[in-house]
T-cell receptor
Framework: GESVGLHLPTLSVQEGDNSIINCAYSNSASDYFIWYKQESGKGPQFIIDIRSNMDKRQGQRVTVLLNKTVKHLSLQIAATQPGDSAVYFCAEIPQYNTDKLIFGTGTRLQVFP | NAGVTQTPKFQVLKTGQSMTLQCAQDMNHNSMYWYRQDPGMGLRLIYYSASEGTTDKGEVPNGYNVSRLNKREFSLRLESAAPSQTSVYFC???????????FGPGTRLLVL
């Protein structure tokens, strides 16, 4: 089976509830942030991104919030569904080092019926 | 559009054997990347190619080589596989270095 993520922090939510996944990023010079979703046995899938000149960006059922003061990023999923169960990674691209997409270690989201 | 494709999906090697992981993208992207993913380590960049004809080392390049064959294809070669290279390998591509990266489905490699 899939061995990635055995030791990841886990968020368990009930179907229909809202989910909030948090990420602390490391570099105050980062100016571009991305959330990826990775289902078991698959590659990371782009969800939503945000530039550092924004505080909030909304997609379909997802919202990303950026707090540059405390270097914190969050992903909010509205009306969580079983298909949302996956590992979620935040990633940052430093302004001065654009070849590096720096990934967080991820959070596993488990959705219960 | 198939996006990013990788072959093979699974591979078992013995220590010392060599192999090449293939990656292709049909999105006309300029930049391509190879990552490895290990439990608790997240994704780590092995090599990348900013554009056709260029390659550069990432965070963990030792034991690997790459070839940017053309704009579409970027291969990763293990010349003498070691058990420490047991991992899941992902290829990704983006329009340019600063843009969103799109990932392939991965290659699961086991080195005995």
């Amino acid at each position: 089976g899939e061995s990635v993520g055995l030791h990841l922090p886990t968020l368990s939510v009930q179907e229909g509830d809202n989910s909030i996944i948090n990420c602390a990023y490391s570099n105050s010079a980062s100016d571009y942030f991305i959330w990826y979703k990775q289902e078991s046995g698959k590659g990371p899938q782009f969800i939503i991104d945000i530039r550092s000149n924004m505080d909030k960006r909304q997609g379909q059922r997802v919202t990303v919030l950026l707090n540059k003061t405390v270097k914190h990023l969050s992903l909010q999923i509205a009306a969580t569904q079983p298909g949302d169960s996956a590992v979620y990674f935040c990633a940052e691209i430093p302004q001065y080092n654009t070849d590096k997409l720096i990934f967080g270690t991820g959070t596993r989201l488990q959705v219960f019926p | 559009n198939a996006g990013v494709t990788q072959t093979p999906k699974f591979q078992v090697l013995k220590t010392g054997q060599s192999m090449t992981l293939q990656c292709a993208q049909d999105m006309n992207h300029n930049s391509m990347y190879w990552y490895r993913q290990d439990p608790g380590m997240g994704l780590r960049l092995i090599y990348y190619s900013a554009s056709e004809g260029t390659t550069d080392k990432g965070e963990v390049p030792n034991g690997y080589n790459v070839s940017r064959l053309n704009k579409r294809e970027f291969s990763l070669r293990l010349e003498s596989a070691a058990p420490s290279q047991t991992s899941v390998y992902f290829c990704a591509s983006s329009d340019w270095l600063e843009e969103t990266q799109y990932f392939g489905p991965g290659t699961r490699l086991l080195v005995l």
